[in-house]
């Protein structure tokens, strides 16, 4: 059973930085044990179950519905399976991430799986500057990827789309796909569909303390997070503020990792996606999905 979290937090960046830091550090060797990642090894034109999905809703709005030859650069990449599968579908990828371990594991697996990609390891806030330092100032890509949860780490939201829009190329595709906030508000642990948390951010964190991850086996030594609920409006809003153009706007009733133990697989593969019961699937939307393009 999760605990308590302290909900309104106002915790400075750095501190709570720190925190998320090392609780991810320590959550690496769990998921490198937890992610399908023997089939991305074993299978070359294995994909990666996020990134079957992301293909299917970006891949439209490329020029020949295609990442061949594509310079991607892939924000808070984690253990690198997605970023391999991106790649495996074409692109040139440079993976973003905070977490040395986190890198290490990717850099490994591109290895064994004969992918050659760029690993840069800085807060995804300060990613411009990173990029500026390992690739050069004039670095642009022609998509920025970052899928299922990320913004949610991130306090805020106004620098992170500054981030983004400034590692575009002119004509550039940011995409984006993650738990939706809908969801993060519901008790996971409730008889039904329940509201628990907040939907709207304001700025203020929740503060967990929890030693299981997502991934359900093992436990952490820093168990303490932040975390910060963003809204949909508030995610469109700070990319249109740069100046990117919305180029398609989505919401799904699956999602890759099971949010509620009511949630059941949708498939029998191991990598299956999850829903809530068949009632209860129209209810409320599990993902979201910002494509907006750099003009
Ligand atoms: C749930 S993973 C998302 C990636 C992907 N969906 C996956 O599961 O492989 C979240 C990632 O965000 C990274 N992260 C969290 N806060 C970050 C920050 N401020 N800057 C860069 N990376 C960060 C963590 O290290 C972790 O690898």
């Known amino acids: 059973m999760a605990s ?26 769990l998921h490198v ?24 809703a970006l891949l439209p709005h490329m020029p020949g519905k295609s990442l061949r030859g ?39 697996l591109a290895a064994d799986c004969g992918v050659t990609a760029d690993w840069i390891q800085t807060d995804v806030l300060d990613a411009r500057a990173a990029v500026d330092r390992h690739l050069g100032t004039t670095r642009q890509f022609d998509v920025v990827y970052t899928s299922i949860g990320t913004i949610g780490w991130l306090n805020d939201l106004d620098l992170w789309a500054g981030q983004v829009a400034s590692l575009l190329n002119p004509g550039g595709v940011f995409y984006l796909r993650d738990g939706h906030p809908m969801l993060g508000t519901l008790d996971e642990f409730a008889p039904n569909l329940s509201v628990r948390y907040r939907y ?15 991934v359900g086996d093992g436990t952490v030594e820093h168990t303490r997070t932040y975390e910060w609920p963003h809204p949909v409006s508030e995610v469109v809003t700070v990319l249109l503020r740069q100046g990117l153009e919305l180029v398609a706007l989505d919401e799904g009733k699956t999602l890759p ?20 019961p068949a009632a209860e699937r129209d209810l409320v939307p599990c993902t979201f999905t910002v494509i907006a393009r750099r003009p």
């Open 4 to 29: 308590e979290p302290v909900d309104g937090v106002d915790v400075p960046w750095e501190e709570a930085r720190r925190a998320n830091l090392a609780n991810w550090e320590d959550r690496v060797p």
């Open 33 to 56: 044990e937890a992610y399908h990642t023997a089939a991305l090894r074993n299978d070359p034109d294995h994909l990666s179950s996020v990134v079957r999905t992301d293909l299917e």
């Open 70 to 108: 594509v310079d991607l650069c892939h924000l808070q990449c984690h253990i690198g399976t997605d970023t391999v599968s991106l790649a495996r579908a074409g692109a040139r990828v440079t993976g973003i991430d905070f977490s040395p371990a986190a890198l290490d594991a990717a850099a490994t």
């Open 200 to 214: 709207f951010g304001g700025g203020r964190a929740l503060q967990w303390d929890e030693a299981g991850t997502y």
């Open 257 to 276: 990792w099971q949010f509620s133990p009511r949630m059941s697989p949708v498939t029998a593969e191991p990598d299956s996606d999850f829903a809530w």
